[in-house]
């Protein structure tokens, strides 16, 4: 039986429903449910407006816990743990997490690779993941860079304009450069394509030998929040979270 009750005017749209369990982003689970793999106590729900509250929802034969409040962390990741869930990449982030939290249910809203420390943010929000991670947004991340060799004299200029990094067949979207000293630079993007800012500083001249992100949005990294440590998110960071002011 297929069910397209949306008359219920109480509780959380499916959708969103879906998203605040982590379970995907709100347009994923749109498509989740398009295709048929929710139930709603026991029936095919293909309705992302119908709203729930307190009824079973399934998604492909797995029953989705009750997002019964969104939960939201900072994370200051440290250089040697893999965002991976594969247990094969230990140590993980997930490692850090204490036992009340559950691994399966938080999500990584814009990983750093291995060598990469700073600010990352964990959440059972997919609504919050797409907004931070969705390149239509063009939210701001800042890195801080030390390097090694020499920037072309150019480099300012070039990341402005946009590079064409190595195997691409589009240019960065425009970053800003700046070079603090020698061998130390901060450089500001609005995308994140895999490797980034090793690729860019290569192309310009120079290898990359330490890197770490300080702010994403207009959130900046706790100064007292230590490599390694996790705390809840603030109301007030989460909303500085997806600004772009102050950059």
Known sequence: MVSSDSGKSRGMRLDAYLARAGLASRREARGLIRRGAVQVDGDVCRDSARRIDGERVVVEDQAVESPEAVRDFILHKPVGASCSRDDREAPLVFDLLSGTLSRRSLLIAGRLDRATSGLLILTTDGDLVHRLTHPGRKLPKRYRIEFEGELAASAVERCRE???????????????????????????????????????????????????????????????????????????????LVSDRSL
Not at 196 to 215: A, C, N, P, T, Y
Not at 222 to 238: I, K, Q, V
Request: aromatic letters at 0%; proline letters at 6%; glycine letters at 10%.
């Open 162 to 240: 946009g590079l064409l990094l190595t195997g691409e067949d589009r240019p960065t979207r425009p970053a800003e450069l700046e070079i603090a000293a020698a061998g130390q630079a901060t450089l500001i993007l609005r995308e994140g394509r895999n490797r980034q800012v090793r690729r860019m500083i290569r192309l310009l001249g120079g290898e990359v030998v330490s890197l770490h992100r300080d702010r994403i949005g207009a959130l900046d990294l706790p100064a007292d929040l230590e490599p390694g440590e996790l705390r809840p998110l603030e109301r007030d960071e989460r909303a500085l």
